[in-house]
């Protein structure tokens, strides 16, 4: 047996798993004759016995000394209804905020000459818009797709013209190799 194969099958000699087939005696040959594997038969055998004598930490601090002290009397504040009385309060403040905001008209963005913050309480018209509407931006990729059509079309008649002067110019060398190559014949004979 190979070592590889005997790697996948480490398994069972490690747990003793009962099998008497004649590849276990196989197996337990190459682990004899093999340095390599008994090596990691040995080294999983030593994970085995770490894991059996393992025991789980106690917690730095019991949850049961909190309760304790909560039940004789010491006095402790509530964080939950703390916190949820600021959330509370902090969630209003920022809906009351967004709505002002939506009121007020707001114009909020970030392009290439950085962050611009704009309210005004009616809606007018934009003297400049530094942004692409989607039908703007539609017909500009719409005008870029055709002008690359247009050249992909113009490259590829180019190679085609260039492809049959090439052929064209290959058939008259051949007709004219032909033709001396007949007249040479034709002078031998």
């Known amino acids: 047996?190979?070592?590889?194969?005997?790697?996948?099958?480490?398994?069972?000699?490690?747990y003793d798993e009962p099998g008497g087939s004649a590849k276990d005696a196989e197996l337990r040959a190459h682990l004899r004759t093999c340095p390599a594997c008994r090596e990691e038969l040995a080294e999983?055998?030593?994970?085995?016995?770490?894991l059996q004598i393992w025991k789980d930490e106690t917690p730095l601090r019991s949850v049961a000394t909190t309760a304790r002290r909560a039940s004789a009397g010491h006095r402790m504040p509530a964080p939950s209804v703390f916190s949820w009385r600021y959330l509370r309060y902090a969630a209003i403040a920022a809906i009351a905020v967004m709505c002002l905001l939506a009121i007020a008209n707001t114009h909020v963005s970030w392009n290439k000459e950085g962050f611009s913050f704009r309210a005004s309480l009616f809606a007018g018209h934009e003297a400049e818009k530094d942004y692409y509407t989607k039908q703007e931006l539609r017909d500009?990729?719409?005008?870029a797709l055709d002008?690359?059509?247009?050249?992909?079309?113009?490259?590829?008649?180019?190679?085609?013209?260039r492809m049959l002067d090439t052929i064209e110019q290959d058939r008259w060398m051949d007709l004219r190799y032909v033709r001396s190559s007949g007249?040479?014949?034709r002078d031998k004979n």
Not at 140 to 143: T, V
Request: negative net charge; aromatic residues 4%; hydrophobic residues 35%.
């Open 1 to 14: 047996m190979r070592c590889d194969e005997i790697r996948e099958r480490i398994v069972d000699v490690l």
């Open 183 to 185: 007249t040479q014949n």
């Open 147 to 161: 002008d690359t059509e247009s050249r992909v079309n113009e490259t590829n008649f180019m190679m085609m013209q």
């Open 44 to 50: 999983l055998k030593q994970t085995r016995n770490y």
């Open 140 to 143: 500009l990729l719409e005008q």
